[in-house]
Antibody
Framework: QVHLLQSGSEVKRPGASVRISCRTS????????MQWVRQAPGQGLEYIGT??????????AQRFRGSVTMDRDGDTSTPTFYLDLSGLKSEDTAVYYC????????????WGQGTLVTVSS | EIVLTQSPGTLSLSPGERATLSCRSS???????FAWYQQRPGQAPRLLIY???NRASGIPDRFSGSGSGTDFTLTINRLEPEDVAVYYC?????????FGQGTKVEIK
């Protein structure tokens, strides 16, 4: 069983930056893709981007390019993933999830517990 | 990017009834690359259906998915109180992945 443990809640001022971490543990997957998804209060799910478990490839949703950076480090079996958000605005207030989602030829489904980022002056 | 439009926005039904949720894609999708997620209040989403019609591990057979191309359906038979949730469709056929806006299922 794969576990994804995310860092705790953050409160930031507009214009600030924040780093969210997602630590993997449990059963070791060989290779996989880690997605980041956010959910504003009372709103739906919004895809941010995908990073390969090796860090070798990344895809960002267009609206997040330039304001979001994904990264990973640690050993190959249980890496830690990061989501860096810069130039925060009030509309970035949301719960941010790391998740290993179903994909072509895959029915994996693992989610972190979510990290609430509140942007307020 | 591909836009997924779900209908209805809210579905209010009695226990034991059947719920039919729809998702329409702005572009034709490969059936293999479409999923449904359930998000109960206060919880992270969980996978219900992948590849349009395959139930994920541990999902009751009351849940079924169908459809192809641009039109997909999630059916929940014999609605139970635990099915109260928001249901999202999701495509991973074309990058970037996208989600529908969600359908809220309520119990009368």
């Amino acid at each position: 069983q794969v576990h994804l443990l995310q860092s705790g809640s953050e409160v930031k001022r507009p214009g600030a930056s924040v780093r969210i971490s997602c630590r993997t543990s449990g059963y070791s997957l060989t290779t996989y893709f880690m997605q980041w998804v956010r959910q504003a209060p009372g709103q739906g799910l919004e895809y941010i981007g995908t990073i390969h478990s090796t860090g070798g490839s990344m895809v960002y949703a267009q609206r997040f390019r330039g304001s979001v950076t994904m990264d990973r480090d640690g050993d190959t079996s249980t890496p830690t993933f990061y989501l860096d958000l810069s130039g925060l605005k009030s509309e970035d207030t949301a719960v941010y999830y790391c998740a290993i989602l179903a994909g072509p030829a895959s029915s994996l489904d693992y989610w972190g517990q979510g990290t609430l980022v509140t942007v307020s002056s | 990017e591909i836009v997924l439009t779900q209908s209805p926005g809210t579905l209010s039904l009695s226990p034991g009834e059947r719920a039919t949720l729809s998702c329409r894609s702005s572009q034709s999708l490969s059936t293999s690359n479409f999923a449904w997620y359930q998000q109960r209040p206060g919880q992270a989403p969980r996978l219900l259906i992948y590849s349009a019609s395959n139930r994920a591990s541990g999902i009751p057979d009351r849940f079924s998915g169908s459809g192809s191309g641009t039109d997909f359906t999630l059916t929940i038979n014999r609605l139970e109180p635990e099915d109260v949730a928001v249901y999202y469709c999701h495509q991973y056929d074309t990058s970037p992945r996208t989600f529908g806006q969600g359908t809220k299922v309520e119990i009368k």
